[in-house]
């Protein structure tokens, strides 16, 4: 198996680590890191699991908090992963047909994805661009999608995130949700993908005060600073 070079890292919240580690490894085929205690990755994104035990915001999609909010992983058969979460009895949001959703305006092709809902206050999504778009690996999930934050406004947080050097994978598009319009963008930046979106019903969502995501590296950065969510950023 390849390990490839960190493009970034996540560190999540959670009164248990070793657990939450554990479910990575065995259900979602991470790899552990070698001697980095609570820490896994999948491809080239790790997540660091710390103890916290005090309260944490609630992390379902439709709680409208704006902040980091959920990981997003690559699979080439998101169909083929799908069934074998049911199997494994994971709690998941699919589309009413009980399979994927299809994001039809982004990548030109579309996107499939489904949600995971974990015991310890993430939201990891499994994507699927098109045939062939996923990383060559042995394992049916291996490596970072993006990683999605909500944010208040479209315009004022791609203007944020261009400055830190990302660029812009296509042009915004808006969905229809049931929670209303919903505006995304995603931006790259040596090989680290964030989904910036915003609903355009709950531009005043409160910022989240103590998620379980809690904080996302992003190589290169001089200096940790707070994006226009609120989200914490690590250089």
């Known amino acids: 198996m390849e390990i490839w070079n960190r493009i970034g890292s996540?560190?999540?919240?959670?009164?248990?680590?070793?657990?939450?580690?554990a479910f990575l490894r065995q259900q979602l085929w991470f790899a552990p890191v070698?001697?980095?205690e609570n820490v896994v990755q999948s491809g080239n994104f790790w997540i660091e699991f710390v103890r916290w035990d005090g309260s944490l915001d609630a992390y379902r999609p439709d709680a409208m908090l704006c902040g980091?909010?959920?990981?997003?992983l690559e699979t080439s058969d998101v169909c083929k992963v799908l069934a074998d979460c049911?199997?494994?009895?994971?709690?998941?949001?699919t589309a009413p047909d009980g399979g994927p959703w299809l994001n039809r305006k982004v990548y030109g092709t579309g996107l499939h994805y489904f949600n995971i809902l974990t015991d310890f206050g993430i939201t990891i999504e499994v994507t699927e661009k098109h045939s062939g778009s996923a990383p060559k690996a042995d394992r049916p999930i291996w490596g970072l999608g993006h990683v999605g934050i909500q944010v208040p406004t479209l315009p004022e947080a791609l203007a944020?995130?261009?400055s830190l050097?990302?660029?812009?994978?296509?042009a915004p598009v808006e969905n229809d949700t049931p929670d209303g319009p919903v505006q995304c963008c995603m931006v790259t930046k040596n090989g680290l993908t964030l989904e910036l979106y915003a609903f355009v019903n709950y531009a005043d969502a409160p910022m989240q005060e103590n998620p379980a995501l809690s904080a996302l590296e992003i190589p290169g950065l001089s200096a940790p600073v707070r994006g226009p969510a609120g989200e914490c950023l690590l250089g």
Request: with cysteine.
């Open 10 to 21: 996540a560190k999540v919240q959670t009164p248990h680590p070793e657990e939450a580690a």
């Open 86 to 93: 049911r199997v494994r009895g994971l709690e998941l949001q």
């Open 165 to 170: 050097g990302f660029q812009r994978d296509f």
């Open 68 to 72: 980091l909010r959920h990981i997003a």
């Open 34 to 36: 070698e001697n980095c």
């Open 160 to 162: 944020f995130y261009e």
